[in-house]
T-cell receptor, first 110, second 114 residues
Framework: RKEVEQDPGPFNVPEGATVAFNCTYS??????FFWYRQDCRKEPKLLMSVYSSGNEDGRFTAQLNRASQYISLLIRDSKLSDSATYLC???????????FGTGTRLQVFP | DVKVTQSSRYLVKRTGEKVFLECVQDMDHENMFWYRQDPGLGLRLIYF???????EKGDIPEGYSVSREKKERFSLILESASTNQTSMYLC?????????????FGPGTRLTVL
């Protein structure tokens, strides 16, 4: 079983749509959770950290369910500029090492 | 503005050559990382360093070594390049240990080994 698993997609959605991505992780000792965004042929960049209580940043909402070892990202009112690959990232136990999922590709069309 | 730079965007080498990939960060970060990214496999950690002259193996260190002589610079060395080391190599840095800090990535080096 992979340490971090994501649906690779692609998710093809029209502008204005709401889309949700899910991710599961295998290490129950993980403490830090993130969503990174990676544009085509670019480096990954932090989109948002994920906190136990859930958190929101504009159109983006992240949720964490520790009991199910499950992380989600919700994007509301999708924009063309949201087209990218979204990486679910979890730290390995109590270490500085981050484990990256293989990413979920989102394509927003007009 | 945080900045991580890598010495080359594209590199073509021949099998058996020694290859140096350089990474420099200007944020005074303690931690630096080298990853490779391959389709369907995601980012995999090769080595990381949490201080000058300190290094730890990641998940796939075989065939690689690293050097960190100065805080801002972290080098990845392929002692004898092989075709299976053709990949995108990404360097990253972060401020402190604990796993809770953002990793900032360089633009990547796409290495092709012929």
């Amino acid at each position: 079983r992979k340490e971090v698993e994501q649906d690779p997609g692609p998710f093809n959605v029209p502008e204005g749509a709401t889309v949700a991505f899910n991710c599961t992780y295998s290490n129950s000792a993980s403490q830090s959770f993130f969503w990174y965004r990676q544009d085509c042929r670019k480096e990954p960049k932090l989109l948002m950290s994920v906190y136990s209580s859930g958190n929101e940043d504009g159109r983006f909402t992240a949720q964490l369910n520790r009991a199910s070892q499950y992380i989600s990202l919700l994007i509301r009112d999708s924009k063309l500029s949201d087209s990218a690959t979204y990486l679910c990232v979890v730290n390995r136990g109590n270490t500085d090492k981050l484990i990256f999922g293989t990413g979920t590709r989102l394509q927003v069309f007009p | 503005d945080v900045k991580v730079t890598q010495s080359s965007r594209y590199l073509v080498k021949r099998t058996g050559e020694k290859v140096f990939l350089e990474c420099v960060q200007d944020m005074d970060h303690e931690n630096m990382f080298w990853y490779r990214q391959d389709p369907g496999l995601g980012l995999r950690l090769i080595y990381f360093s949490y201080d000058v002259k300190m290094k730890e193996k990641g998940d796939i260190p075989e065939g690689y070594s690293v050097s960190r002589e100065k805080k801002e610079r972290f080098s990845l060395i392929l002692e004898s390049a092989s075709t299976n080391q053709t990949s995108m190599y990404l360097c990253a840095s972060s401020l402190v240990g604990s796993g809770t800090d953002t990793q900032y990535f360089g633009p990547g080096t796409r290495l092709t080994v012929l």
